[in-house]
């Protein structure tokens, strides 16, 4: 996805398309990367003391009338004057989809951090389908693999990932209920990411966005004479006093921002910025937090239409 600014892009968009195809020559150390995030992390989203339909027991509580006969416990309600049913905990798998933006933008890397914004991306997402197929919970690649529900699936995830072609969230897959995970830098022009969002808004899951950027992508140290490039286009840009554009560029970069976070605070949406020179751990846990409070919502209110 295009950028404001990039500073100067070594090698040219040439050389960046070429990279942008060799994801998988980095699997493998992301992969390791994302373990060491993910272990930092606690886990463990069952047992979150959530009524529901489960297979493992809770706790006893008073039969509430209008109820089925059938969901007393009867060797327990011998020993009072009162009937009691057997609750038990909500155990079913949640359903998460993700996706990263591979697209050239991302490859950005500049002198003030030590990952590219797309390594970064990568990470989060490996890390956080650790964390979640490690819980129990159902993930899957948006627009590249079905969903799954195994211990390996940030192996199988790194493995479609190698496969997988820049391109934009494939909304199609997306379920009433499910939540979805967008890593991005989000630079593009407002309508067409607002465009895609609308997708997501029709299809009814909720959507979680990481705006990952270059800590040189807000800070604009540039002065001087200065080119810059865009990494989709090739476009070449010089500017003969750099300096003059960071009010402008700042101001510019708030302004989406704001208009991106007032669509998620509408939506009841997640809206986050990571910089690529703070730790992986940061967003991580945030993220985990708030997909594990929309996992709690939508097990009690399961919970209360099946009651």
Request: with cysteine; aromatic share 8%.
């Amino acid at each position: 996805m295009s950028t404001f600014a990039t500073g100067s892009a070594d090698g040219g968009v040439r050389g960046a398309l070429t990279e942008a195809k060799g994801v998988a020559s980095g699997l493998p150390d992301l992969l390791i990367e994302a373990r060491r995030v993910a272990a930092t992390v606690v886990a463990g989203w069952h047992g979150r003391r959530v009524a529901g339909r489960g297979e493992t027991f809770w706790q006893f509580r008073p039969f509430m009338p209008g109820e089925a006969a059938s969901t007393v416990d009867w060797r327990r309600s011998a020993r009072d004057d009162q009937y009691y049913v057997r609750e038990k905990e909500w155990e079913a798998a949640h359903m998460v989809w993700l996706w990263a933006d591979l697209s050239p933008s991302m490859m950005f890397r500049s002198r003030l951090s030590t990952v590219s914004k797309r390594d970064r991306a990568l990470v989060l997402l490996l890390a956080l389908t650790e964390l979640l197929s490690t819980a129990g919970e159902r993930v899957g690649l948006l627009g590249e693999s079905d969903p799954m529900l195994a211990r390996n699936a940030a192996e199988r995830i790194a493995d479609f990932l190698s496969r997988a072609e820049p391109r934009p969230p494939e909304t199609r897959m997306l379920r009433r209920f499910t939540d979805v995970v967008l890593i991005g830098d989000f630079l593009d022009p407002l309508p067409k990411t607002e465009a895609m969002l609308d997708a997501v808004v029709g299809s009814g899951a909720r959507a979680h966005l990481v705006q990952v950027v270059d800590p040189i992508e807000e800070t604009f140290p540039f002065s001087g004479r200065t080119e810059f490039i865009d990494p989709e286009s090739g476009v070449r840009h010089t500017v003969g006093r750099a300096e003059q554009y960071r009010d402008d560029y700042q101001a510019r970069l708030a302004a989406l921002r704001e208009r991106l976070s007032l669509i998620c605070r509408r939506l009841d949406w997640s809206f986050l910025i990571h910089r690529t020179d703070r730790p992986a751990t940061e967003p991580l846990l945030a993220i985990h937090a708030r997909l594990a409070d929309r996992h709690s919502h939508a097990a009690s209110s399961a919970w209360g239409q099946a009651a």
